[in-house]
């Protein structure tokens, strides 16, 4: 694929995804959970195939300069196919959104007015390292009627090629249009920037990745986007925490998969704890490796520990690195939430409802959470079946998106002859 060829590859597409936006709109929920049962099908008789072929990705891996936990998002195993595969058994268990009548109201004259459910159309979805999502995005764009244009991370090439193939299959297989799911085949990266320009075909863009990525993209697109720049997320150790939840909790949030973006990058505790509970949580994030980067105050309380600067608040360590401060009262630690979080998933641990009720409504993050890991903001946890990413903004979605998010309304009236004067 030469530079010349991008604008019309890329157009072409983006024209296909279009066509089959249109066509898969009236598509029967019983239809496109054919396809879903055909695709769990195909991703359990071909297990051993598509575990050959990421190897191949995971062979290469060093070359693209991986980190670790970029790595681990890359590998497929039995029990991660395993997985998408539940994750698909999910996403059919849901009702069809589509044509689901939100709201209605008849009018004096007799006017009957409802608002009811429609897909966005076409989305473009750019992602990094991990080929799940492959099967996760394609899942969702068609089970809510949009048609999908994927375009995965050279890293994952020879795996979501793969999948690519399945979905293509099964597609075919119940009488669904191809189209409807397509693979970026080229990993030249100006070709997202030409999809970018194509706001009259592509409806919406999500990208999931780095941050340089979702800025060039928040940057370039001519449509709407669905995003989060950084997953800067808080544990605070309110004043009445108890001792083996805060620390269960807190080790949760940072250790289970510490590459992700629910993974809690900040430490809160109420100084009421320091001599009660911090040591002891503190004992078990350094039993797990965790390197704290401590205020003043918690610096002269960890051994091992190191000085935090102003940007350790801020950062997304995507590793077991984790930031500590010590706050006299919630109100420092919502103002500090404020000031150094991403507005994504924030945690706190109590057990006092009245703490609870003014965290939950003063911290103003896409998912805050009482008494549980931050880990829990996601699409199959939440019960959605699975996401196409999470997004920090306002607009439109919120949180983790799944079904509902890849749809939008339109109203719809029933009338018998009236006009209006």
Same mark, same amino acid.
Request: with cysteine; net charge negative.
């Given at each position: 694929?030469?530079?010349?060829?991008?604008?019309?590859?890329?157009?072409?597409?983006?024209?296909?995804?279009?066509?089959?936006?249109?066509?898969?709109?009236?598509?029967?929920?019983?239809?496109?959970?054919?396809?879903?049962?055909?695709?769990?099908?195909?991703?359990?008789?071909?297990?051993?195939?598509?575990?050959?072929?990421?190897?191949?990705?995971?062979?290469?891996?060093?070359?693209?300069?991986?980190?670790?936990?970029?790595?681990?998002?890359?590998?497929?195993?039995?029990?991660?196919?395993?997985?998408?595969?539940?994750?698909?058994?999910?996403?059919?268990?849901?009702?069809?959104?589509?044509?689901?009548?939100?709201?209605?109201?008849?009018?004096?004259?007799?006017?009957?007015?409802?608002?009811?459910?429609?897909?966005?159309?076409?989305?473009?979805?750019?992602?990094?390292?991990?080929?799940?999502?492959?099967?996760?995005?394609?899942?969702?764009?068609?089970?809510?009627?949009?048609?999908?244009?994927? +375009?995965?991370?050279?890293?994952?090439?020879?795996?979501?090629?793969?999948?690519?193939?399945?979905?293509?299959?099964?597609?075919?297989?119940?009488?669904?249009?191809?189209?409807?799911?397509?693979?970026?085949?080229?990993?030249?990266?100006?070709?997202?920037?030409?999809?970018?320009?194509?706001?009259?075909?592509?409806?919406?863009?999500?990208? +999931?990745?780095?941050?340089?990525?979702?800025?060039?993209?928040?940057?370039?697109?001519?449509?709407?986007?669905?995003?989060?720049?950084?997953?800067?997320?808080?544990?605070?150790?309110?004043?009445?925490?108890?001792?083996?939840?805060?620390?269960? *909790?807190?080790?949760?949030?940072?250790?289970?998969?510490?590459?992700?973006?629910?993974?809690?990058?900040?430490?809160?505790?109420?100084?009421?704890?320091?001599?009660?509970?911090?040591?002891?949580?503190?004992?078990?994030?350094?039993?797990?490796?965790?390197?704290?980067?401590?205020?003043?105050?918690?610096?002269?309380?960890?051994?091992?520990?190191?000085?935090?600067?102003?940007?350790?608040?801020?950062?997304?360590?995507?590793?077991?690195?984790?930031?500590?401060?010590?706050?006299?009262?919630?109100?420092?630690? *919502?103002? +500090?939430?404020?000031?150094?979080?991403?507005?994504?998933?924030?945690?706190?641990?109590?057990?006092?409802?009245?703490?609870?009720?003014?965290?939950?409504?003063?911290?103003?993050?896409?998912?805050?959470?009482?008494?549980?890991?931050?880990?829990?903001?996601?699409?199959?946890?939440?019960?959605?079946?699975?996401?196409?990413?999470?997004?920090?903004?306002?607009?439109?979605?919120?949180?983790?998106?799944?079904?509902?998010?890849?749809?939008?309304?339109?109203?719809?009236?029933?009338?018998?002859?009236?006009?209006?004067?």
């Amino acid at each position: 694929m030469t530079e010349l060829d991008l604008p019309q590859y890329t157009q072409l597409l983006a024209q296909q995804a279009r066509d089959a936006s249109r066509k898969l709109v009236s598509a029967s929920g019983d239809q496109k959970n054919a396809w879903l049962r055909r695709m769990i099908e195909l991703i359990r008789q071909r297990t051993p195939e598509l575990l050959e072929v990421n190897a191949k990705d995971l062979e290469q891996a060093p070359t693209y300069g991986l980190a670790e936990a970029s790595i681990d998002r890359l590998r497929l195993t039995e029990a991660r196919l395993e997985g998408i595969a539940t994750a698909l058994e999910e996403i059919i268990a849901l009702p069809n959104p589509i044509g689901e009548v939100i709201g209605s109201n008849m009018r004096p004259n007799g006017l009957l007015v409802t608002r009811v459910r429609v897909p966005l159309g076409v989305v473009f979805f750019i992602y990094e390292s991990r080929p799940n999502v492959t099967i996760d995005a394609a899942a969702l764009c068609v089970k809510s009627g949009n048609a999908v244009i994927l +375009r995965g991370g050279k890293e994952a090439f020879h795996s979501n090629m793969a999948f690519y193939a399945l979905l293509q299959q099964g597609l075919k297989d119940v009488g669904l249009p191809e189209q409807a799911v397509q693979l970026v085949e080229t990993t030249d990266r100006e070709a997202v920037g030409h999809f970018l320009k194509l706001s009259e075909y592509i409806d919406v863009t999500i990208p +999931r990745g780095g941050k340089g990525l979702i800025e060039r993209v928040a940057r370039d697109a001519t449509m709407p986007v669905i995003k989060h720049f950084d997953g800067v997320c808080h544990v605070y150790l309110d004043k009445s925490a108890e001792l083996e939840p805060a620390k269960s *909790i807190t080790v949760n949030s940072k250790c289970q998969r510490p590459g992700v973006c629910n993974a809690a990058e900040s430490l809160l505790v109420h100084t009421d704890l320091v001599e009660t509970v911090f040591p002891a949580v503190v004992q078990a994030l350094v039993e797990q490796g965790v390197e704290l980067r401590c205020c003043p105050r918690s610096l002269e309380l960890v051994s091992g520990g190191k000085p935090a600067t102003e940007e350790d608040y801020a950062t997304e360590y995507g590793a077991k690195i984790m930031s500590v401060k010590i706050v006299n009262d919630m109100d420092e630690a *919502i103002s +500090r939430i404020h000031k150094y979080g991403s507005g994504h998933t924030e945690s706190i641990i109590t057990t006092e409802l009245a703490a609870a009720e003014k965290f939950t409504t003063e911290v103003d993050s896409a998912a805050v959470i009482v008494n549980a890991s931050t880990r829990f903001n996601d699409g199959g946890e939440f019960g959605l079946g699975a996401e196409i990413g999470i997004s920090t903004d306002k607009f439109h979605a919120r949180g983790p998106c799944g079904l509902h998010e890849l749809t939008s309304y339109k109203y719809v009236a029933h009338g018998a002859g009236q006009i209006r004067g």
